[in-house]
T-cell receptor, first 112, second 112 residues
Framework: NAGVTQTPKFRILKIGQSMTLQCTQD?????MYWYRQDPGMGLKLIYY???????DKGEVPNGYNVSRSTTEDFPLRLELAAPSQTSVYFC???????????FGEGSWLTVV | QQQVKQSPQSLIVQKGGISIINCAYE??????FPWYQQFPGKGPALLIA?????SEKKEGRFTISFNKSAKQFSLHIMDSQPGDSATYFC???????????FGTGTSLTVIP
């Protein structure tokens, strides 16, 4: 019953550092998403993928990159971390745009 | 531009009372409207969802009311309990799109 698993849970980065948030799902979902959540701002879509090898930008893609080499994995890369990237990041998956989205537990990232 | 507008931002209700959260949308292509519930430190989880062929859907104490002509939908929580204290997100998607669009969230506090 793993569902969507994302790591790490918590991370502190220094300005200019880079890191990768890992995400894997075991439900064989084609659709995967990365959201960031900031207080009072709801969930903002960073990137999404509708299948292996296919990725597309969401609402707030600047400063991030993704890849989707397998159905299961959808890592999010932060390049040159900035304080504005301090946020909670959620990976999610779905079998389609008319179906339930399953979220991971979240990754708390602080850039100092 | 916020595709789905949600109100209120926060809500305080006495135990046993009715909690009402409202959402509005503009895109008439939307045809799936889920509500997600998020507890502190956790990812959002599907609570209840509706498709526009019905005007109301009820699951236990939770009801979605849908007004297609007004492009509005709302979540009603009957007999609200302290355990319902959480953040609630409405969302919308379409069968022809690949994204879910989330509201900005409502923080519900149910006072014992």
């Amino acid at each position: 019953n793993a569902g969507v698993t994302q790591t790490p849970k918590f991370r502190i980065l220094k300005i200019g550092q880079s890191m990768t948030l890992q995400c894997t799902q075991d439900m064989n979902h084609n659709y995967m998403y990365w959201y960031r959540q900031d207080p009072g701002m709801g969930l903002k879509l960073i990137y999404y993928s509708v299948g292996a090898g296919i990725t597309d930008k969401g609402e707030v893609p600047n400063g991030y990159n993704v890849s989707r080499s397998t159905t299961e994995d959808f890592p999010l890369r932060l390049e040159l971390a900035a304080p504005s990237q301090t946020s909670v990041y959620f990976c999610a998956s779905s079998s389609g745009s008319m179906n339930t989205i399953y979220f991971g537990e979240g990754s708390w990232l602080t850039v100092v | 531009q916020q595709q789905v507008k949600q109100s209120p931002q926060s809500l305080i209700v006495q135990k046993g009372g009715i909690s009402i959260i409202n959402c509005a949308y503009e895109n008439t292509a939307f045809d799936y409207f889920p509500w997600y519930q998020q507890f502190p430190g956790k990812g959002p989880a599907l609570l209840i969802a509706i498709r526009p062929d019905v005007s109301e859907k009820k699951e236990g104490r939770f009801t979605i009311s849908f007004n297609k002509s007004a492009k509005q939908f709302s979540l009603h929580i009957m007999d609200s309990q302290p355990g319902d204290s959480a953040t609630y997100f409405c969302a919308a998607s379409s069968r022809t799109g690949n994204q879910f669009y989330f509201g900005t969230g409502t923080s519900l506090t149910v006072i014992p």
